[in-house]
């Protein structure tokens, strides 16, 4: 999985091909959206508080009841209250 997210063997060694474990500083507002059921959401728990330890605000949310990918599925209830999320957080950088 990694090597498919970072495109190729010489991009795994790079620390910015990742989200995190690099550090940090400087970077800019982030809103992490999980799915409650999902085995890549430890990964995104981790990252939202390596952001808050480099300082980054960060609003971290896990929507209950949901499964990955559940932002790609318009029909699903919960696609409605993660884009609404995604909305209004845009909404507040205005």
Request: charged fraction near 20%.
């Amino acid at each position: 999985m990694n090597l498919d997210h970072a495109g190729s063997r010489a991009a795994l060694s790079d620390p910015s091909a990742f989200a995190g474990g690099h550090p940090l500083h400087g970077s800019p507002p982030a809103l992490l959206v999980d799915a409650d059921r999902d085995a890549l959401r430890a990964s995104s728990e981790r990252f939202a508080l390596e952001l808050l330890a480099a300082g980054v605000p960060v609003e971290h949310h896990v929507l209950p009841g949901t499964s990955h990918a559940f932002l790609n599925r318009p029909g699903e209830r919960a696609f409605s209250a993660g884009v609404r999320l995604i909305a209004d957080w845009l909404a507040r950088r205005r």
